[in-house]
C-alpha cells in the first residue's frame, strides 16, 4: 500500500518535500510543565524563579518525630510513572543511570520524598533488569508498586501522617515532581499544591534535590559519602551510554514473551469466577458498580426552556475536567465519604473516585468536589462549595444540587474560557447531567467536553462576542432562562437568555447553542446519546 501511494522511502532516493521546516537544536532546552496546568512550559533553569514567585519565604517547620523540617516547595512526591514516559526507553534508561551513579556515590534521596516507580509495561522492568538499573532504582527508593495508573491519575496514596500534619498545619505550598501526562490542581495529592511535569531522570535529580527552590544547573543535588558536594551535571548519562544498554537490553523477544501472554493476569486474576449471562447480575450491595439512572427520565426526553434556573456554580477559566470530576482519593468529610461511611466502608477501604466510576451515588457526590476548585460564589472558601438554592447558606455543591432537585429547581453552570479542558473524563459530564444541572453557559468549551455534555443531554452554551460573567456582573444569585429550546431547534443557533438579577431588573441577551451538527443535535433533544440510541427501530 504504501509503495502504490509513493510513501514508501527507498535509500537511494532523495525524497521531495513539498514544505520544509528548519530547526536550529542548539535552540533547544530543557523544559518541565507546571505548577497546575501541563500546557504550562517552563525552562529547567528558570524553574527555581518560578518555585520562589510562588513561595519566596524559607521559613523551616518541624516535622513530629523526624529530625528534619519541611519548607514551601519541598519535594514530597517524586513519581516515575505513566504510559506515554515509561514507554520511551531512552528516558528510562536515562533515569536507571541517574540513579546507579548516584547509589555508587553513596547519595540518597531526601528523607521527606516519597519515590515510585510505576511503568505501563512489564517490559520496562525487564530490560532495566537487564540493564542491571533496578538495584540502584530500589536503592533510591523508586521501588516498583505497579503497572498502568498510578500518581498520574491520582493514585499517589497517603503521605506519613507527621508530613500531612506539618503541611496543613503551617499551610505547605509543597510539591510533586513525576513524569506524568497531567497535573491539573488537586490531581496529583490533596496535600501538594504545586505539581511539575518532567523526565523521569529529571524526577530522580529532583529527589535527590529535595526542592523545586533549587538551581538544579548550579546548586548540588546532595553530596557523596566524602560529602563531597554532587551536581546534576556529575550524574547525567551521556547519549552513548543510554545507546549502548538500550541496543544490548532493549530486545525484541521481551516485547514477544510479554505480550503472548498480556491477558491471561496472574492467578488471582485467573481465580476470580464468572457468570455467563446475556445481562449482568447487579448487586444491590455494592459500592463499586451500581445499575445508573441514566432512563430514569424516559427514552424521549422532549426539550424544553429552561425556567428561572440556579447557578450551582460560578467558575473562571481552565476548569478542568478533574475540578468537575477529581479521580484521585475520597476525603472522609466529604458528601462521596460521608456516603461510604454509611454503607459500612471504612475510610482506609475508600479507594479513589476512579476506582469507584462504575458506581454513580459515589460518583454524583464526587461532581464538583475537587479541593481546589474556586466557586465565585464562595469567594473566601476553596473546594467544592456552593450557595443553597433554598436558604442561601454555604453547603457542598452536592447537597445544593439535590435540594434543588427536591424542589424542582432547574440549574445552570456558568463559566469562563475553556471549560472542560484536560482529560476526556465522561464522568464530569455524567455527574453535571445528575446533579440536575440543564445548561452549562462559557466563553469557551474543549472539544471533548463539550461532545460528551450534549451525549449526556446537558446544553452547551456561549457567552455573545464581548460578554462574560464579569461583564454581566453575574454573582450567582441571578436567575437563568434560555428561550427557544424545541424539537426543531437546529444547530448553532443563538438562544435568547434573561437574567433576572435580585434588584428585580431584567438583562435579556443571547447565547450561542454549541450544539454542532445534526446528529449532536438528535443527541440533545433525545435526552442524551444513549436514551437517543434505545429509541432507535
Known amino acids: 500500500y504504501a509503495k502504490k501511494q509513493y510513501l514508501w522511502r527507498h535509500a537511494d532516493e532523495e525524497p521531495v518535500f513539498k514544505d520544509t521546516l528548519t530547526l536550529d537544536i542548539t535552540t533547544i532546552r530543557p523544559t518541565v510543565a507546571g505548577p497546575k496546568r501541563p500546557q504550562d512550559k517552563i525552562l529547567l533553569q528558570d524553574v527555581h524563579h518560578i518555585a520562589r514567585q510562588i513561595a519566596p519565604q524559607d521559613d523551616a517547620f518541624p516535622v513530629k518525630g523526624k529530625s528534619y523540617k519541611l519548607r514551601h516547595q519541598d519535594v514530597m512526591i517524586a513519581a516515575i510513572t505513566s504510559c506515554t514516559n515509561t514507554s520511551n526507553p531512552s528516558v528510562m534508561i536515562a533515569a536507571g543511570l541517574m540513579a546507579k551513579k548516584a547509589h555508587n556515590l553513596g547519595m540518597k534521596v531526601k528523607p521527606w520524598v516519597k519515590t515510585s516507580l510505576a511503568p505501563g509495561s512489564q517490559v ?23 503497572y498502568g495508573c498510578t500518581t498520574c491519575i491520582g493514585n499517589s496514596g497517603p503521605l506519613e501522617d507527621p508530613l500531612q500534619e ?51 544547573y548550579q546548586d548540588p543535588l546532595g553530596q557523596d559519602k566524602n560529602n563531597n558536594p554532587v551536581y546534576l551535571k556529575d550524574l547525567w548519562p551521556s547519549s552513548q551510554e543510554i ?72 467558575f473562571g477559566d481552565s476548569i478542568t475536567t478533574d475540578h468537575i470530576s477529581p479521580a484521585g482519593n475520597i476525603k472522609e468529610d466529604s458528601p462521596a465519604g460521608s456516603y461510604l461511611i454509611q454503607c459500612g466502608v471504612q475510610p482506609k477501604d475508600f479507594n479513589s473516585y476512579g476506582a469507584r466510576r462504575g458506581h454513580d451515588q459515589i460518583m454524583i457526590r464526587g461532581t464538583f468536589a475537587n479541593i481546589r476548585l474556586q466557586n465565585e460564589m464562595t469567594p473566601n472558601l476553596i473546594g467544592g462549595y456552593t450557595k443553597s438554592p433554598v436558604s442561601g447558606e ?25 471549560y472542560g479542558t484536560g482529560s476526556s473524563r465522561d464522568w464530569a459530564a455524567k455527574g453535571t447531567r445528575l446533579q440536575g444541572v440543564k445548561a452549562v453557559i462559557a466563553e469557551s468549551f474543549e472539544r471533548i467536553h463539550r461532545s460528551n455534555l450534549i451525549g449526556m443531554g446537558v446544553l452547551p452554551l456561549i457567552f455573545k462576542d464581548g460578554e462574560t ?13 434560555i428561550h427557544g429550546i424545541h424539537q426543531d431547534m437546529q444547530p448553532a443557533c443563538f438562544l435568547d437568555m434573561h437574567i433576572d438579577y435580585q434588584d428585580g431588573s431584567i438583562h435579556k441577551t443571547q447565547v450561542l447553542c454549541r450544539i454542532d451538527t445534526k446528529k449532536e443535535m438528535n443527541y440533545y433533544i433525545s435526552g442524551g446519546i444513549l436514551p437517543y440510541v434505545l429509541a432507535q427501530p
Open 166 to 216: 506539618c503541611i496543613e498545619k503551617n499551610n505547605l505550598d509543597v510539591s510533586a515532581v513525576l513524569s506524568g501526562n497531567r497535573n491539573f490542581e488537586g490531581r496529583i495529592s490533596p496535600h501538594v499544591k504545586s505539581s511539575y511535569l518532567a523526565s523521569p531522570p529529571l524526577v530522580v535529580a529532583y529527589a535527590l534535590a529535595g526542592s523545586t527552590k533549587i538551581d538544579i
Open 394 to 418: 454555604t453547603i457542598p455543591i452536592y447537597d445544593a444540587a439535590m435540594e434543588a432537585k427536591s424542589h424542582n429547581i432547574p440549574l445552570v453552570i456558568i463559566a469562563g474560557k475553556e
Open 469 to 481: 460573567r464579569k461583564s454581566l456582573k453575574l454573582t450567582g444569585c441571578e436567575k437563568i432562562s
Open 243 to 314: 545507546n549502548a544498554l538500550i541496543q544490548s537490553c532493549v530486545t525484541p523477544e521481551f516485547f514477544k514473551e510479554r505480550y503472548a501472554h498480556v491477558f491471561d493476569g496472574d492467578q488471582q486474576w485467573q481465580d476470580l469466577k464468572t457468570v455467563t449471562s446475556q445481562t449482568y447480575a447487579w448487586k444491590k450491595d455494592s459500592t463499586y458498580i451500581k445499575q445508573p439512572p441514566y432512563f430514569e427520565d424516559g427514552i424521549n426526553s422532549a426539550a424544553g426552556d429552561i425556567q428561572h434556573a440556579h447557578i450551582l456554580g460560578l
Open 124 to 146: 520496562v522492568t525487564d530490560y532495566l533488569e537487564r540493564a542491571n538499573l533496578m538495584t540502584s532504582l530500589n536503592a533510591l527508593g523508586f521501588n516498583l508498586v505497579g
